[in-house]
């Protein structure tokens, strides 16, 4: 339960209570579940629509988010997971492979953070490892050379920041995975689908298009590291996050990102498979207006897409 939510979750408790008691055939109370499920729905359609940055980054960590896995399991078909970087280990923060999107043959990579503490150590909280950027490499490089478009679902707070991921070249890898990302010449559609933290999401985000749900975050640094470094207190975080424009709407305007994608009411944690279908809807579409460019014009356009970058600002 999230603090702000408070008053709702009570009224969701108080609707299951009922449900409980009508369910046992003694008493029909329909009409009251049904008043208090529109009463529900009200006051949270009203706190949504007023989230502070704060607020949001604590919708984007909501640990029932869909995660990348899930997007795998739901919209693609004879998903075909790869391994291993060919020069290391294999990354479990970092998973991709071949599959089928709505019929048509692609590369997918992603963040998976898992939903359990065993599938989080396991995939290490979604934080990749030099191995992992450069398996994503390979992967890109793979559906470069047989023609395949890449679709990239961005969820870390950021990449791995322990001494033995810098002592194999960690920023080395990721700045390679970003050149990647710019120099192959099939379509590459990326979306932050929950938290997008520094170079560790950017290293497989810098796509021909950049989708963003909602109540996503999309910054250079986690709020609570800013604020450590500019008050020497995490305890202004809500402040930081403001200061960072994370949230969606913010990066929408400073031409960061291509396009938001609507969340159902309450966050996509509410109702996960409605939005990763909404979510498969608008990267197929995105698909669709790059897929047709020739590899020339496609990878122009991309360079040209981040050199502008910058030069726009919120007023």
């Known amino acids: 339960m999230l603090d702000f939510e408070k008053s709702v979750t009570e009224l969701e408790a108080k609707?299951?209570?009922?449900r409980h008691i009508s369910d046992g055939g003694r008493v029909n109370i329909a009409n009251e579940i049904s008043t208090l499920q529109d009463k529900a729905e009200r006051?949270?359609?009203?706190?949504?629509?007023?989230?502070?940055?704060a607020q949001k980054v604590q919708v984007a960590r909501h640990p029932d988010r869909p995660h990348c896995q899930d997007y795998i399991n739901q919209l693609i078909e004879e998903f075909t997971p790869l391994a291993g970087d060919r020069n290391f280990a294999e990354d479990e923060a970092i998973i991709g492979g071949l599959g089928r999107f709505n019929g048509r043959p692609c590369v997918i990579i992603g963040h998976e953070r898992g939903h359990d503490t065993e599938s989080r150590i396991k995939h290490n909280f979604g934080m990749?490892?030099?191995e992992g950027y450069r398996k994503a490499q390979r992967l890109m490089?793979?559906?470069d050379r047989f023609?395949?478009?890449i679709i990239t679902l961005v969820d870390t707070a950021g990449a791995f920041p322990g001494v033995d991921a810098e002592a194999r070249g960690q920023a080395e890898a990721i700045?390679?995975?970003?050149?990647?990302?710019?120099?192959?010449?099939?379509?590459?559609i990326a979306c932050v689908i929950g938290e997008g933290g520094s170079g560790g999401a950017i290293a497989i985000a810098a796509g021909d298009r950049v989708l963003m749900l909602e109540h996503a975050i999309y910054s250079v640094i986690s709020p609570e590291g800013c604020a450590s470094?500019?008050?020497?207190?995490?305890a202004n975080a809500a402040e930081a996050a403001a200061a960072l424009r994370l949230t969606a709407q913010d990066l929408l305007q400073l031409g960061i990102i291509d396009q938001i994608i609507a969340e159902p009411i309450g966050g996509a944690h509410r109702k996960r498979s409605e939005a990763i279908a909404k979510v498969g809807e608008v990267i197929n579409k995105a698909l669709n207006d790059v897929i047709k460019l020739d590899k020339k014009t496609l990878v122009a356009q991309r360079h040209e897409k981040y050199l502008n970058m910058g030069k726009k600002?919120?007023?």
């Open 229 to 234: 470094i500019l008050w020497r207190s995490a």
């Open 175 to 188: 700045a390679r995975s970003i050149e990647t990302c710019l120099s192959v010449s099939v379509p590459l």
């Open 43 to 53: 006051q949270l359609r009203g706190i949504y629509n007023k989230l502070t940055p």
């Open 141 to 143: 490089n793979l559906a």
């Open 15 to 18: 609707i299951e209570e009922l």
């Open 313 to 315: 600002s919120i007023q």
């Open 128 to 130: 990749a490892k030099p």
């Open 147 to 149: 023609g395949l478009p």
